[in-house]
């Protein structure tokens, strides 16, 4: 199992980037043909206590690297790509990682 993971910091406007990430880019993102599960989690604190140094978490999962691959040249997922890059550049880092169950 593939997992993209986009890892969000805390952006300026917490109302404006929530509006804009539940109600258009999550939307459009769920749309990616092949992609099996999006899990979405707001952080709301850290063990050390305060404040998390992250905002929120996307994952994004996939059967396997091919899959994964084939889904990021459709036209749903440039579409998401540019979305992302309208509300969140300079605040979010994407990862792809692979389940590992031991």
């Known amino acids: ?5 986009a890892l ?16 258009t880019h999550a939307p459009i993102t769920e749309k990616i043909p092949g992609l099996l599960k999006m899990d ?4 709301v604190g850290s063990p050390m206590g ?8 996307c994952e994004m999962y996939y059967e396997s690297m091919d899959t994964f691959k084939t889904a990021m040249k459709t036209e749903e997922a440039k579409a998401s ?5 309208s509300f969140a550049k300079g605040i979010v880092t994407l990862m792809i990682g692979e ?3 031991e």
Request: overall charge negative; glycine content about 4%.
């Open 99 to 101: 389940e590992v169950n």
């Open 40 to 43: 979405v989690t707001k952080f």
């Open 8 to 23: 969000y910091k805390h952006p300026e406007d917490k109302e404006k980037f929530d509006e804009h990430y539940f109600s």
């Open 81 to 85: 790509g540019k979305d992302l890059m």
């Open 50 to 57: 305060g404040e998390s140094e992250y905002y929120l978490m």
């Open 1 to 5: 199992m593939i997992k993209f993971v």
